[in-house]
């Protein structure tokens, strides 16, 4: 059964930066899909990036490309998000997400089978 466990999130004002990590536990091989989704107040929860663990092929949402980094540290066992330029819009709760097998892009709620319980990210302005 996989695990995960996301810390880092906080407050920051906008322009700031904020890394988001997720311990991993369960799993036996690398051939997973892993990612991150948000939610933010009032809205549905949205897919924002993702990463198959075997290849290190990454996908990312348009509303973070460019500016969020998704990566893996196999050695710990561990998936960060490095979020840079965060605006208001960015405050959410922030999940970390796994599959088995490939990543269908960053995927939809129900592509995925394992969830954290997530980490709250506030940006004022």
């Known amino acids: 059964q996989v695990q995960l466990v996301e810390s880092g999130g906080g407050s920051v004002q906008a322009g700031g930066s904020l890394r988001l990590s997720c311990a991993v536990s369960g799993y036996t091989d690398r051939w997973y899909c892993m990612g991150w989704f948000r939610q933010a107040p009032g809205k549905e929860r949205e897919g924002i990036a993702s990463?198959?663990?075997?290849?290190?092929?990454?996908y990312y949402s348009d509303s973070v490309k460019g500016r969020f980094t998704i990566s893996q540290d196999n050695a710990r066992n561990t998936l960060y998000l490095q979020m840079n330029s965060l605006k208001p819009e960015d405050t959410a709760m922030y999940y970390c997400?796994?599959?088995?097998?490939?990543?269908?892009?960053?995927?939809?709620?129900?592509?995925?089978?394992?969830w954290g319980q997530g980490t709250q990210v506030t940006v004022s302005s």
């Open positions: 990463i198959y663990l075997a290849t290190g092929s990454t």
């Open positions: 997400v796994a599959k088995k097998y490939s990543c269908p892009g960053v995927g939809r709620l129900n592509d995925y089978n394992y």
